[in-house]
């Protein structure tokens, strides 16, 4: 039987370990506030940590830490309720992260405030467990009843139009996408939340890299819907065994990308 290794953190804790190994700090969606009033007292709680986690890097915590700071593939969860915006326990923060045959999810536990950390923990998942532990982490509930919701936006042939001068009078079958649109995105949800894959790294820079946005809304004696965020995005009800299904594909083309580029790091 395989057991799955977990490791707890305090905020603090992984805090350090980013600073010291990206020179960073800590990545989306994670949030930290030092609860130490003076900076020299927190300069030396930070120097004190780093000593304490010496053996822990030592026992494999190591190599965790590079594949989330170094990835081929990462993907970021991030949620909130729309009615309740200053409750930590109703924010979700998860990423998790891959290398070659690792893979890690990190999830971060509501403190006292939604911009305090209450610890992490993190959770070996495999390569192939990226997916499924974003979904798994949000709130359960089933597909929403209704597909093909158009998302309205100020796209650029709209802007063209009214910069061109040329007033145009909205036929009826114009305005029924546009209100449709606007009554679900005005519509209370119970959960908002975000899904965004992206590739690690590219060879040509921050231009190179591959990204990829899903918003999802569970609506109230409904279900969840994920707005794909591309050039012509649309509402769907959508299941969690779908939306792992999706964020799966997602993934694959970002790891095919780096493979067709020989962009994967020697």
Excluded at 97 to 108: C, I
Excluded at 173 to 184: G, I, V
Aim: charged share 25%; proline share 7%; glycine share 8%.
């Amino acid at each position: 039987m395989t057991v799955t290794r977990t490791w707890d953190l305090t905020d603090l804790e992984l805090k350090v370990l980013w600073e010291r190994r990206a020179d960073a700090n800590l990545p989306p969606p994670f949030s930290f506030i030092s609860r130490t009033p003076l900076l020299d007292d927190y300069e030396r709680e930070k120097y004190e940590t780093w000593q304490r986690l010496q053996p822990m890097l030592d026992e494999g915590l190591s190599e965790v830490i590079e594949t989330l700071i170094r990835p081929e593939v990462y993907v970021v969860g991030y949620s909130w309720c729309d009615s309740d915006l200053k409750n930590p326990a109703k924010r979700i923060r998860v990423r998790a992260a891959r290398s070659g045959a690792r893979g890690y999810a990190v999830t971060q536990l509501p403190g006292e405030t939604v911009y305090h950390s209450g610890g992490f923990t993190i959770t070996e998942i495999g390569p192939h467990g990226l997916a499924d532990a974003v979904v798994s982490a949000l709130p359960p509930t089933g597909a929403g009843h209704r597909h093909n919701i158009p998302i309205m936006t100020n796209n650029a042939e709209e802007l063209e139009r009214l910069r061109g001068g040329v007033w145009t009078v909205l036929e009826e079958a114009d305005l029924s996408p546009l209100l449709e649109s606007e009554r679900f995105l005005n519509a209370p949800a119970t959960t908002t939340g975000i899904i965004t894959v992206h590739q690690g790294h590219s060879k040509f820079g921050p231009r190179g890299i591959l990204e990829q946005y899903m918003l999802w809304r569970d609506m109230p004696d409904d279900g969840r819907y994920v707005i794909v965020l591309d050039h012509a995005p649309v509402a769907n009800g959508i299941g969690p065994t779908q939306l792992t299904a999706l964020v799966g594909t997602s993934i694959e083309k970002m790891l095919e990308r780096l493979e067709t580029h020989w962009e994967y790091e020697a």
